[in-house]
């Protein structure tokens, strides 16, 4: 009888070790999916400029006025407003872009530390339920623009992480032009959107209000375009002109620095 207890119980214990092993076997499946780098798709950048407006339904003068001026110098204009503006839509975000991707979205961080990274907000509501592998992997989080404002619906955001991890395809030497708050506040975001291929990236170093972001990014890109300006030239133009944000004292900067003697055509 004690050898048959032995077997028993050596039996369990085998029974019990490959439970394990598969339960392991099954999370190293579920994590290599979401840690994989998805495939990725190329595409031949386009000329022309890309608007992304999330603020469109409230506010379209800017974009209006943008593509007026697109339009009559003959340069192609793709726009995107208000409820296209996905997590799906930012994972496909460099198939949609031009020789400049102008980005008219909220962004924020989450902290107040200089090493908290800049997240682009999108207008879909934000769920527990979706995005989970993006969610377990902190590339998405729920973000409000106004954290006073306690009915304010929460939605999602994507960071540097997401864009690193999983957003398809190469900008191919777009300049990205991010017209919201912190998007320089540190250089997270501007990096892996570099990396991403884009050949330069503009955005203010602290908060700003949409007022005098539409004002300053109005200026630049005309003196991009029209003047062919470099982005220094055209940036120093924009902080001489119109300045600081009287608010929040933020300034227009670019990423990287060896950016400044870039010319756009197109």
């Known amino acids: 009888m004690a050898r048959q207890r032995r077997k028993n119980k050596t039996s369990r214990n085998l029974s019990k070790r490959r439970i394990q092993l598969l339960l392991l076997a099954l999370t190293a499946v579920v994590l290599g999916y979401f840690l994989w780098p998805k495939a990725q798709v190329t595409a031949q950048r386009e000329s022309g400029v890309t608007i992304v407006d999330a603020f469109y339904s409230s506010s379209p003068q800017f974009t209006d006025e943008i593509t007026d001026f697109l339009n009559s110098s003959s340069i192609k204009t793709e726009i995107y407003k208000d409820g296209n503006i996905t997590v799906d839509f930012y994972s496909t975000l460099p198939l949609h872009s031009r020789t400049i991707l102008l980005l008219r979205v909220h962004a ?44 304010e619906t929460p939605v999602f955001t994507v960071g540097p992480i997401f864009v690193a991890a999983s957003m398809q395809g190469n900008l191919n030497g777009t300049i990205v032009i991010l017209s919201s708050c912190l998007g320089l506040y540190n250089n997270q975001l501007a990096e892996e959107i570099i990396k991403k291929g884009a050949t330069a990236f503009i955005s203010w170093d602290e908060k700003v209000s949409l007022y005098h972001t539409d004002r300053a990014i109005s200026l630049l890109t005309k003196m991009l375009i029209q003047d062919r300006k470099t982005i220094e030239e055209a940036v120093t133009r924009v902080m001489n002109e119109i300045g600081e944000d009287v608010t929040y004292h933020s300034r227009l900067e670019y990423y990287p620095k060896e950016a400044g003697n870039l010319r756009i055509t197109i």
Request: charged share 20%; proline share 9%.
């Open 108 to 151: 924020g961080v989450f902290a107040k530390d200089p090493t908290s990274p800049t997240f682009l907000f999108t207008r879909e509501p934000y769920s527990a339920g979706i995005h989970l592998g993006e969610q377990l992997m902190s590339q998405v989080l729920s973000g409000v623009t106004d954290p006073d404002n306690k009915s």
